[in-house]
């Protein structure tokens, strides 16, 4: 993988805390970096900080920015910002769960509830298995629980299903490899 020489004009990704806005930028240095990712988010006049997304580790001198590769993602941290993996959002200490559990789900699909066919079997599961008496205060509208609960329970089983027969074709698939060598090797043992 190349690596940025000094003064070389490099792409980096940039995105924002949030990870919901991201971007292409490119820049001859750390100053320069800076400069054109927070006019592309947004974050002019402010005071950043630049991490690596994928781990957090903080980009502040300039010796240390000429290694990174080209496209490396990083982020830009407002003050009452932190880094947090993927799906977590922090902001002044407080950590906010991003939408993970039932409620930021329930949420979510109010929303748009076409987002259910996109959903993974660990929410498939969270929503089919709901009790939507407890969660009319989150929702109050019943009935959409119960549409909710009950198309959930229909994708969860399409997907166990559906996973069930790749299973089985990928065993039948390692079984006819097995008898076509165990043939072969008949064959030329005869």
């Known amino acids: 993988m190349e690596k940025a020489d000094s003064g070389e004009i490099v792409p980096f990704k940039v995105v924002d805390c949030t990870r919901e806005k991201r971007f292409g930028v490119v820049a001859t240095s750390l100053q320069d970096f800076v400069i054109r990712a927070k006019e592309k988010l ?4 402010e005071t950043v900080k630049v991490v690596l997304e994928q781990d957090g580790t903080e980009v502040d001198e300039e010796d240390y920015f ?7 993602s990083l982020m830009l941290l407002a003050p009452n910002e932190k880094w947090g993996p993927p799906g977590r959002v ?6 906010i769960d991003g ?13 748009d509830v076409g987002h259910v066919s996109l959903l993974g079997g660990c929410e498939l599961e969270l929503l089919s298995d709901m009790d939507p008496d ?4 989150i929702v109050p509208d019943r009935s959409f629980l119960d549409q909710l609960k009950e198309a959930s329970s229909r994708l969860l089983n399409d ?11 990928k065993l039948y698939h390692s ?8 043939s072969k090797r008949s064959r030329v043992a005869q």
Not at 42 to 45: E, I, K, Q, R, V
Not at 66 to 72: F, I, K, P, Q, V
Not at 159 to 169: H, Y
Request: proline letters at 0%.
């Open 90 to 95: 922090h902001r002044s200490g407080d950590e």
């Open 66 to 72: 000429s290694t990174l590769e080209r496209n490396t």
């Open 42 to 45: 947004g974050l002019n006049g």
């Open 175 to 182: 079984a006819s490899l097995i008898h076509e060598d165990v």
């Open 134 to 137: 407890s969660l009319t205060d």
């Open 99 to 111: 939408g993970r559990g039932i409620t930021g789900l329930l949420t979510r699909l109010r929303g």
């Open 159 to 169: 997907k166990r299903q559906a996973q069930e027969a790749l299973d089985l074709l």
